[in-house]
């Protein structure tokens, strides 16, 4: 990649916990038994991204490599839920791909004005109020909060514009684009010196403008990777018309006719579907070129159907009438390509009682149970009616019968997660 022009970048998102949920008992003077309160946890925030026109790279993204929102606050006493929490709003470059990093699968394209969620934030965990029955009355337990989604993300920048330049280096592209829109490209007399994209707005008339983006100097094998244009062929994927640019002089030694096929073969080769876009063939520096050699891009052109127009970005021959022939030439085109999502997320694990019973060595059985492990977090073990409740999901589950099954016997060790217990009968 040259310069500080970034377009891809690598990250990792986590969206917050969900607050877990609070043991709590009604305390009030005169109230013997106020019965439990506990209120909920809040959601953790979600991870969303936004289009943001002041930005035009991911250089930010080089780095930061991890970003993650905050959790849910705790639910608290007197049903209070905790508060949810913010999202973090992640601002990228209007344009951009958010790609899953292990399928490469579009997940979103940040084209439009309103925030995408890409990673959402974990529920809060029920507090103790919840747990409440007429065989229950003083619950000491309450759930923990949801984990938050993570996801490892590619963000890939695919500018948003309607026209494209094309050129080999120094055709004079950086020029042309400063001449007809407010763009202020660096231009100097030597090659690549585009070294990123530069976008410039083209008005037409009062309401009437469109996008331009000066696409660096291509070259012979850049689909390849040779050269610039690998790292930029992707901006021009989005451009419903392209103005490709020759020297109509051949001041530098090289064949208009020739660049000109060079580049549409790189083209072919990096995506058949942009090479098909239509093209409008630019002559430039028709200043100092001869007649006979625009009469040959001419006939070139009328030959492979092509639209012709004679200019000079230098002398501005030319380009009074060019914006309002390209402005009218995209009113026959369809919209800005928008990509589609293609990722789908995996389907949430089923609160079902799922549950698998390993005996990895004598007296020893372990059982595997988030659903489970999550009721314990929020139990207290100490307690007869907590442990009552976890006994009942033991043997509602199925879980007892398949340890017996597996011939547990007394005082044998159960691990549940991080918990240890001896079984009894």
Not at 330 to 345: A, M, S
Not at 346 to 371: M, Y
Not at 375 to 400: C, T
């Amino acid at each position: 990649m040259a310069g500080n022009f970034v377009d891809v970048a690598r990250i990792v998102l986590k969206a917050g916990k969900g607050g877990d949920g609070a043991v709590s008992f009604h305390r009030e003077k005169f109230v013997a038994a106020g019965g439990p309160d506990g209120g909920d946890g809040g959601r953790g925030g979600s991870v969303l991204f936004a289009a943001d026109d002041n930005l035009s790279t991911l250089m930010d993204f080089r780095y930061k490599r991890k970003y993650a929102a905050e959790a849910g606050q705790n639910g608290s006493g007197a049903r209070c839920s905790g508060k949810n929490a913010p999202d973090l709003v992640i601002r990228v470059p209007r344009g951009t791909l958010v790609k899953d990093a292990a399928s490469g699968l579009v997940i979103a394209d940040i084209s439009a004005d309103e925030p995408v969620v890409i990673a959402r934030g974990g529920r809060g965990g029920w507090g103790n109020v919840h747990f409440a029955s007429p065989t229950r009355q003083i619950p000491k337990f309450a759930k923990p909060g949801f984990a938050g989604e993570e996801r490892e993300v590619i963000l890939e920048l695919k500018l948003i514009a309607d026209v494209g330049l094309l050129g080999f280096p120094n055709v004079g592209k950086s020029t042309l684009l400063s001449a007809v829109s407010a763009a202020r490209p660096k231009i100097a007399n030597y090659h690549f010196t585009t070294l990123s994209p530069v976008l410039g707005v083209v008005r037409v008339g009062p309401e009437a403008s469109f996008v331009m983006a000066d696409i660096p100097g291509l070259i012979e094998g850049a689909s390849e990777g040779v050269g610039l244009g690998h790292d930029f062929l992707r901006h021009v994927e989005r451009c419903r018309l392209l103005l490709h640019l020759v020297d109509a002089a051949g001041s530098e030694g090289r064949d208009p006719i020739e660049d000109f096929e060079k580049i549409n073969t790189e083209l072919e080769r990096f995506s058949p579907m942009l090479a098909e876009r239509p093209q409008i063939l630019l002559a430039n520096k028709c200043d100092i070129a001869s007649e006979e050699q625009v009469e040959r891009l001419r006939r070139y052109a009328r030959g492979r159907g092509l639209e012709f127009v004679v200019i000079s970005a230098a002398t501005r021959q030319g380009l009074d009438a060019l914006p309002g022939m390209v402005y009218e030439r995209l009113g026959q085109l369809p919209p800005v390509r928008v990509y589609e999502p293609e990722f789908l997320p995996p389907e949430p694990k089923a609160e079902g009682r799922v549950f698998a019973v390993q005996n990895p060595e004598p007296h020893l059985f372990v059982v595997q149970a988030p659903w489970l492990e999550r009721i314990l977090e929020g139990s207290d073990v100490d307690d007869y009616e907590s442990l009552q409740y976890f006994q009942r999901q033991l043997m509602d589950s199925g879980i007892l019968d398949e340890l017996v099954r597996q011939g547990v016997e007394e005082d044998d060790t159960i691990k549940i997660g991080e918990f240890e217990f001896d079984y009894v009968f």
